[in-house]
Each structure stands twice: as structure tokens, then as C-alpha cells.
């Protein structure tokens, strides 16, 4: 197995839904990412003429004919945007891990959802007196992992997480530790909608958005030295989390092995990241000791990257605090370069995407990287995705306002590939 001795302390990744401004589905959303494209427009959702900010990560217009189409009439009536991301996304996720629903045990089947928001995206519902008053129920932030629970009928543990950017990453973890104490099967979901006047309005009064209004594509640009903010975007995120065990006596396809992760607060500043990277080191540190995994096996690092100044500089020292010289070997990469800040989607999604990196062993690019920062001065994968061939371990950052921070490490599976 190639280096991989403690099997049977590792969780599998069987099943994927992904849904963002590239895509309605996890395969449509790697080969836009591997092809550089840009999710990132002018906001066509609502009337952006006198926001400081004009610019977003849009859900593709496809997606909002596809939610009619998908759910029930009565869900889709009754739920706002987060709650059918979610449940559309989970359906993916569990249809990609060849789950048969009536033939496994609904009673121990756990649900986390990551969500640093809620419903401030859902223009639709909101004009509509019909669905209006519906929607308080649902922004009640654990009707995420409620609705999934209704929907599939699974009735283990049930709940959300909110650590603002890191909440994707965060309820990752939770499903890990429920999968390695109950041996069971975790659905997780990070997803956020936060695409609203009043939170483009908020983010621009701390200075912490990009304002290239007038090339939308080139505004999310991590590490540049002419990186001016972040963009903010919509997206989702589910995952099928297995144990080990059970994945291989059902003969799953195997994305990848998460054997850690570790969670940490940097009791430092509730906007701004501590500026040397020091608990970020630390974060990186303790997670792959908990993965008993060392420094010098990662042979990647998907970046929080949300390319705004004080951000990447910390993350880039944090990464050579911790690797040292070997840091410069590394491929570091940011897909929020692609497809903006997701929030609480970003930690699930770029989850998703290094297992898929270890999967086909190619990694995506860091776009609009164009004028090297003195200060970010890795390998930042630049402009155009890479194709490797020994990648076996990875890590996959999330570092969220309020200083709550995640890694997690994962690992390529050299068995059964479908």
C-alpha cells in the first residue's frame, strides 16, 4: 500500500457533489478548475450599481433550472438556497459513492454541515410572499443538516458547524471523528450563499474585498502582489466519509484517505490572521502529527489562499515556518483564484478538490498569479494546472475569521480504482 501502515485508523473518501460558479457537478467543476478558468463576473443577482464591489463567484444560471427540476415541488417551495444546495449536492455525493439507500441502516448515518451564513442569498424566496414566510425556519443554521436528515431519512447524529471561512474544514473533522468512533458512514456539507448587498456592503466597509470591477476574471489573484482582496462567491460542498473497512468490503471507488486533521484558535484578532503564521504553523504541525504523517511525505498544499495581503503572507510563512527550506518543493495552489471565497463552502470544496488532486495525481492552478509578491515567494503553481506522478500525501488549508483554523491531511489509495 505503498507506505500507508495504519489502514485501519484512516477514513475513505467514496462520494463527492459539487456544485460552484464552474459547475453544477463535481466533473464539470474539476475540468474547469484544471483548465484555469474563472468562475468570477459582474453580479447579475441583484442590483450591485451603487456597491463598492460589483464582482462575484455566481452560481451558473443552469443550476437554478436544475433545483426545479431535482426536488420535490414542496421542498423546493418551502427551502431557501442553502437547504437545496445542500440537498441537491448530498443526493450527488451519495449517488457518486454507489450507496444504496435501502440497503444500509438510516439510524447510523450522520449528517454535519459547514455554513458560515445562511439564507442572505435567496432573492428569490425573499420576493416571494408565497415561500417568504417559510424561509425563518430554515435560517435557523442547523435546518442545513436538518434538511438532509428529512430528506434521506437519516436519523445518527445531526448538526452544523459555524467557524466562518473555516466551517467546510471544520465539519469535515466532525464527520472524521464520528466515522472513526462509530465505524459508520458521515455525509458532510459545507455550503454558503452569502451573495447579497447587505454582505458586499459589510465586507467593503472592513476593506476586505476586491474591487477589479471591470475584469471580473482577474480579481481574485492569491499571492500577486497585486492582490487586493477577496471575491466573494456561492458554493457547495458533500462528501461521503466511510471507514476504511467498510469501503473495501463494498468495493467503493476510493478517492482518497484522510488518516488526520487538527482544529485550532488563534485567540488573536476576529478579522485579521496573527501576522508571522504562527498558529497556522501550529495548526499544519498537529495535524499531521494526529495523521502520523511526516513533513517531508506532503507533496502538496491546497492554500486557503483568499488573496488579500495580510492573508497569503501569513499562510506563506506559516508554510515555510513549519517545512523550513523544503517549503520552496512544494506545490502550494488556491482555487479561490477560480472561483472566489465560498466561506463556508471553500474548506469542503478544496477538501474535495485535493482528494480529486491525489486522485488523477494533477494539480490545479493558482490563476492571475502575474507579479510575484517578495513576501509570497513559493511555488504557487502558477496560471497552469501540473501533472505529477508519486503525489502521496497532501494537506488542505482553512483559516477562518475569528482565528479558527484547520488542516487536514489526506492521502492517495493505491487499491481499487473504479
Not at 74 to 101: C, G
Not at 292 to 320: C, F, M, Q
Request: glycine fraction near 10%; charged fraction near 20%; charge should be neutral.
Amino acid at each position: 500500500m505503498s507506505g500507508i501502515s495504519h489502514k485501519k485508523n484512516l477514513v475513505a473518501v467514496t462520494g463527492i457533489g459539487m456544485i460552484c460558479p464552474l459547475g453544477i457537478k463535481t466533473s464539470e467543476c474539476w475540468k474547469n478548475m484544471i483548465a484555469g478558468k474563472s468562475g468570477v463576473r459582474r453580479i447579475t443577482r441583484f442590483d450591485a450599481s451603487n456597491c463598492l464591489t460589483k464582482i462575484a463567484g455566481e452560481l451558473p444560471d443552469k443550476y437554478f433550472e436544475i433545483e426545479k427540476n431535482v426536488l420535490p415541488r414542496r421542498v423546493y417551495k418551502r427551502s431557501i438556497l442553502p437547504s437545496r444546495l445542500a440537498i441537491i449536492s448530498a443526493k450527488q455525493a451519495i449517488e457518486d459513492a454507489k450507496i444504496e439507500l435501502g440497503e444500509i441502516d438510516k439510524g447510523r448515518i450522520g449528517v454535519v454541515t459547514g455554513c458560515g451564513g445562511s439564507g442572505f442569498g435567496d432573492q428569490i424566496v425573499y420576493g416571494d410572499p408565497t415561500r417568504k414566510k417559510f424561509a425563518f425556519s430554515h435560517e435557523m443554521l442547523n435546518a442545513l443538516s436538518a434538511c438532509i436528515s428529512i430528506e434521506f431519512g437519516f436519523k445518527g447524529p445531526s448538526f452544523n458547524i459555524a467557524t466562518a471561512c473555516a466551517s467546510g474544514a471544520f465539519a469535515v473533522g466532525m464527520g472524521y471523528d464520528y466515522v472513526k468512533q462509530y465505524g459508520e458512514l458521515c455525509v458532510v456539507v459545507g455550503v454558503d450563499t452569502m451573495l447579497a448587498k447587505e454582505t458586499i456592503d459589510g465586507f467593503n466597509q472592513l476593506m476586505a474585498l476586491a474591487e477589479l470591477n471591470e475584469y471580473p476574471e482577474k480579481a481574485s489573484r492569491p499571492f500577486d502582489r497585486k492582490r487586493s482582496g477577496f471575491v466573494i462567491s456561492e458554493g457547495v460542498c458533500a462528501l461521503v466519509l466511510e471507514s476504511y473497512d467498510q469501503a473495501i468490503q463494498r468495493q467503493a471507488r476510493i478517492y482518497a484517505l484522510m488518516p488526520g486533521y487538527a482544529v485550532t484558535a488563534e485567540a488573536f484578532n476576529i478579522i485579521a490572521p496573527e501576522s508571522e503564521g504562527k498558529e497556522m504553523a501550529r495548526t499544519m504541525e498537529l495535524a499531521l502529527r494526529h495523521a502520523e504523517i511526516p513533513k517531508k511525505k506532503i507533496g502538496y498544499i491546497n492554500a486557503h489562499g483568499t488573496s488579500t495581503l495580510h492573508n497569503d503572507r501569513a499562510e506563506t510563512k506559516a508554510i515555510k515556518r513549519l517545512f523550513g527550506n523544503n517549503a520552496y518543493k512544494i506545490p502550494v495552489s488556491s482555487q479561490k483564484s477560480m472561483i472566489g471565497h465560498s466561506i463556508g463552502a471553500a474548506g469542503a470544496i478544496e477538501f474535495a478538490v485535493t482528494a480529486l488532486t491525489l486522485h488523477h495525481q494533477e494539480i490545479t492552478p493558482t490563476i492571475n498569479y502575474e507579479e510575484p509578491d517578495p513576501q509570497c515567494d513559493l511555488d504557487y503553481v502558477p496560471n497552469k494546472a501540473r501533472k505529477v506522478c508519486s503525489l502521496e500525501a497532501a494537506i488542505t488549508n482553512s483559516f477562518g475569521f475569528g482565528g479558527q483554523n484547520a488542516t487536514i491531511v489526506l492521502e492517495k489509495y493505491h487499491g481499487y480504482m473504479e
